[in-house]
């Protein structure tokens, strides 16, 4: 037979003495696997901090382990401050490489995105409890904006705001202050008296047992505060550009410290812009609850900043306190911060 007059009926296919074995779309458990905080995120490797274990049938010390995540995890971010899971080489040794398997559920997430139009959502800090807003009141000029922003963020991921001002030897910061007196802020001031930071003591109590995560335009003096409040922490810092008027970069990436009193503060970049796309501007109103019972007159679709809002005559029959125009000034000015476009 020639081999012009064979087909595809004469091939032989020789049985496999294994038997076919089908792929299976379950993953493991990872059942043993370490549960470990994330502290640091450079280029694909993750540092992991291990607490210590000690039980009848163990005893093992805190350690650093570095971590790549399993190809599992897909494109699923993981930042600073995740609870995640370790499987592999966890001894913590130099030359030691673990694997993230897991994400254990977030207890609250900090977001923004680049601008008001950017629909993609960038995670800054996971399982944070408290947004420390730092900004200088000169040098450079506050961003009153900014600050507003930051706010809204914070509420919207549930997280207790803390503004700190920097540089009060060189600007008075009661009119700053008095901006957000109705909010009912907790605020720090602080400023440089010659080798020392006045104020460094009150900002270490607010954040005494927390994981804070500060936020701020560059060159207000974050870094700063992070080397007095973390003995070696040498975190670079910057000046302030002439010309601009603006600070310079000198953190590239997000990093957690622990305090030595107990707690962590989370150190990240300075942020020209930080939109809110991500945020319903609905929900802002929650976290007013002396107004939200006055909206519920609104016509449907209401902003609660225009005529017809009915929290305008709700807070004018004194429904709302003595402080609910006040108030209600400051709700429309984060409403506002929210659907600004313009530069901030």
């Not at 009926?9 to 549960?35: F, L, Q």
């Not at 993609?120 to 996971?126: D, G, K, L, Q, Y």
Request: net charge negative.
């Amino acid at each position: 037979m020639s081999w012009r007059d064979l087909d595809e009926g004469d091939v032989r296919v020789r049985p496999n003495r294994r038997g076919s074995r089908p792929r299976t779309k379950e993953r493991p458990a990872h059942a043993d696997a370490v549960v470990a905080m994330v502290v640091g995120v450079d280029r694909g490797r993750y540092t992991c901090l291990v607490p210590e274990v000690r039980t009848k049938r163990q005893a093992a010390p805190e350690r650093v382990v570095t971590a790549m995540k399993a190809r599992e995890l897909g494109r699923t971010r993981i930042v600073v401050g995740d609870d995640v899971a370790l499987v592999g080489d966890t001894s913590g040794d130099p030359d030691a490489l673990a694997r993230i398997v897991r994400i254990e559920e977030r207890r609250s997430v900090l977001r923004r995105t680049a601008d008001d139009t950017d629909p993609v959502e960038r995670i800054i800090v996971a399982n944070a409890d408290q947004l420390g807003i730092v900004t200088a009141l000169a040098d450079p000029e506050p961003r009153p904006r900014m600050v507003d922003r930051c706010l809204v963020a914070a509420y919207d991921a549930g997280l207790e705001p803390l503004l700190i001002l920097t540089k009060a030897d060189l600007v008075d910061p009661a009119p700053f202050l008095s901006s957000y007196a109705p909010l009912e802020v907790d605020h720090v001031v602080t400023h440089r008296e010659g080798g020392a930071i006045v104020g460094i003591d009150d900002l270490r109590e607010r954040l005494d047992g927390r994981v804070t995560v500060l936020v701020g335009h560059s060159g207000v003096g974050k870094s700063t505060l992070v080397n007095a409040l973390v003995p070696g922490a040498r975190r670079a810092i910057g000046d302030v550009n002439d010309v601009t008027g603006r600070g310079r970069h000198t953190s590239t990436n997000a990093v957690a410290l622990r305090l030595p009193e107990g707690g962590w503060v989370v150190d990240t970049p300075g942020v020209r812009s930080f939109g809110l796309a991500h945020i319903d501007v609905d929900r802002i109103i929650d976290h007013f609850p002396d107004l939200a019972t006055g909206t519920e007159e609104c016509p449907r679709g209401c902003t609660h900043d225009e005529e017809e809002c009915a929290l305008d005559a709700w807070v004018a029959a004194g429904d709302a306190g003595p402080a609910g125009p006040a108030r209600l000034e400051s709700l429309r000015r984060l409403l506002r911060s929210r659907s600004a476009a313009d530069e901030y």
